[in-house]
């Protein structure tokens, strides 16, 4: 006796072979019967609402996009439901309801107000079944920030979606280059990307990264080339964020600059505590601080940075890149590679530059602005390392003096 799933199942082969005979009225008839028979099947919902408008039946496609929003929202899946929002915006772009709502619930707002799900109308949450009330979703308890999302007011959100762009990859695609000029960031809505680098020994891998995280942010933040290649390892889905689509923002919504400026230093926040572990230590307070004293710069072979004998404007981190450094003379001390600061010896004992610093290669150096950086040195931690680091580079420079 064939149960209910076996006719699930038998309808959806039916649908997907009517499709393929270019039948689509009758595969809109077995998918309607399976989602009525399976609410909670999210494939067959999204396959029903792309053949309704295929047919031109856009009005019926929206109303089951739109439960596929606030079913991904509720479970957590937000980007997913802005990519989804984002098709909305194609089919119909008068109809702004979703993404309006959407916005409310995702968007910047009163940490305590109540449960965010009664925010959804239920024309984005009655097609599917319910949460137990036992069982919260997990959007119920803590709503992920969303990096950049999770920061704009409603308006700016609605706003901001149809200038967003989907991007389907393949897997094996290369997604962005090491070195190439950047102007977006991507989300990774579906799928797994894969970000690596070249060295002389070969291609390494730095990290997977799969539905729900971002790459490429330090292109909208700052003027510097791509880090690292990303390439997909699954087919999979993307939105992607164009620096000129969030200028346009600003102008329609003048409050987004501030949004975008605590970004902008988050993420150096993060690439600083990253490639210089030693600031770990520093306390959330003075981290704010520190979020809005430092910059990005990026160098080309051969550029000079510090200048020996010359006041030094801060202390660097090199991000990316290496740097060689030269003392009187000409004598060429060790290199820098990423992760390395220089600075410090002026900061700590208040000179001008003991050395020269020039890109040895293509580099981005993070710059934490002298009198912030010098706070930094009340922590004992930052102290010390920077501190050992100094009397290293002293006893080195002093060395390659005597050889000289």
């Not at 077995?30 to 295929?54: I, M, T």
């Not at 194609?90 to 107000?113: F, I, K, M, W, Y």
């Not at 572990?277 to 160098?299: C, H, I, K």
Request: charged content about 25%; hydrophobic content about 45%; some cysteine.
């Amino acid at each position: 006796m064939a149960t209910l799933a076996d006719e699930i199942r038998t309808r959806k082969d039916r649908a997907i072979d009517l499709l393929g005979r270019g039948k689509r009225e009758a595969a809109i008839v077995e998918l309607e019967r399976v989602v009525a028979l399976a609410p909670d099947d999210v494939f067959a919902r999204q396959k029903l609402a792309d053949v309704l408008v295929r047919v031109g039946r856009k009005a019926d496609a929206v109303t089951h996009y739109s439960a596929l929003v606030g079913r991904w929202a509720a479970e957590g899946h937000h980007l997913k439901a802005i990519a989804m929002a984002h098709v909305i915006l194609q089919v119909d772009p008068l109809h702004v309801e979703t993404q309006r709502a959407l916005g409310q619930l995702l968007g910047r707002r009163d940490s305590n107000a109540p449960s965010a799900l009664p925010t959804l109308p239920k024309s984005m949450t009655a097609a599917f079944t319910q949460p137990s009330p036992a069982e919260p979703p997990p959007v119920d308890a803590a709503l992920a920030k969303i990096p950049l999302f999770s920061d704009l007011d409603p308006a700016s959100f609605v706003d901001l979606l149809p200038r967003l762009e989907r991007r389907a990859v393949q897997e094996g695609e290369i997604i962005v280059s090491e070195g190439d000029p950047g102007d977006a960031m991507f989300a990774v809505v579906r799928g797994t990307v894969r970000v690596q680098r070249c060295f002389d020994d070969g291609v390494r891998k730095i990290a997977d990264m799969g539905e729900g995280t971002f790459f490429g942010e330090m292109a909208l933040v700052a003027d510097v080339p791509r880090f690292a290649d990303v390439v997909a390892v699954t087919e999979g889905e993307l939105l992607v964020i164009r620096r000129g689509a969030l200028e346009e923002l600003v102008a329609l919504h003048p409050p987004v600059r501030e949004v975008l400026l605590r970004f902008h230093q988050a993420r150096l926040l993060t690439n600083l505590l990253r490639a210089a572990p030693m600031f770990v230590s520093v306390p959330e307070a003075d981290r704010q601080r520190l979020m809005g004293a430092t910059t990005v710069r990026s160098f080309q072979t051969g550029d000079e940075i510090v200048r020996q004998g010359a006041p030094v404007e801060g202390l660097h981190v090199v991000l990316r890149g290496a740097c060689e450094v030269e003392h009187t003379g000409g004598a060429q001390l060790p290199p820098m590679d990423e992760g390395d600061v220089f600075g410090e010896i002026a900061l700590i004992a208040e000179a001008h530059a003991t050395a020269t610093v020039r890109a040895a290669s293509p580099a981005v150096v993070l710059v934490i602005e002298r009198t912030v950086a010098k706070a930094l040195l009340q922590h004992e931690p930052v102290l010390v390392a920077l501190s050992a680091l100094g009397r290293q580079r002293l006893e080195r420079t002093r060395r390659f003096s005597a050889v000289v």
